[in-house]
């Protein structure tokens, strides 16, 4: 049996005067509006974009013109930029990586996969800047296994409290998806 406890709701216009989250989903996943990326950003929306990725685990912004220094430095809005995976990096920006997808290379991340999270400490989450998309397809999912926890039933909650689990890619099979 679900959790059947009301959900309460974050109260957006008394938690946020800087940014206007715009929830998808009931506390999860928001546009973000009222931000503009390409400028420098205020201590204030910094900390109110930190806020909202807590409360909203996954933010979006409507497409904008940024320069790498601009994502880079959205990036460092919630923590120390990865030192990255397996991605070839711009040469003009090594912090970054880059997926392509074109002709010549087709897209090979179509499976289901958390970034990095089989590192001992991994990164906070990623930061996808999305430069040209194709006419259909090209979607991308997102979930929240802290959301799915919350609704599960009291008893079960009880049950799962004390494991644990190791992600490790040596048996996911991520490795040789990358190697392909």
């Known amino acids: ?7 309460t709701l974050i109260d957006i216009p008394g938690r946020y005067k800087h940014i206007r989250p715009v929830p998808r989903m009931p506390n999860f996943a928001a546009w973000i509006e009222g931000v503009d990326l390409s400028m420098p950003l205020t201590d204030p929306v910094k900390a109110e974009l930190r806020q909202a990725l807590f409360d909203f685990e996954v933010i979006f912004f409507k ?15 919630f923590g120390p930029v990865s030192k990255g995976s397996y991605f070839d990096r711009r040469p003009d920006a090594p912090d970054l990586e880059m997926i392509v ?16 999270s089989w590192k001992p400490n991994p990164p906070l989450g990623t930061a996808i ?16 296994t ?10 079960m909650q009880r049950y799962l409290e004390d494991l644990s689990a190791v992600h490790s890619w040596e048996v996911s099979g991520f490795r040789e998806y990358l190697g392909k």
Request: glycine letters at 6%.
């Open 101 to 116: 997808s074109d002709r010549e290379r087709p897209p090979a991340i179509d499976n289901w996969h958390t970034d990095i």
């Open 146 to 155: 802290s959301k799915a926890y919350d609704w599960l039933s009291p008893g």
């Open 1 to 7: 049996m679900a959790n059947t406890a009301p959900m």
């Open 129 to 144: 800047q999305i430069t040209d998309t194709p006419p259909a397809g090209g979607n991308t999912c997102w979930s929240s």
């Open 63 to 77: 497409p904008q013109k940024i320069t790498p220094e601009q994502h880079i430095e959205l990036g460092k809005v």
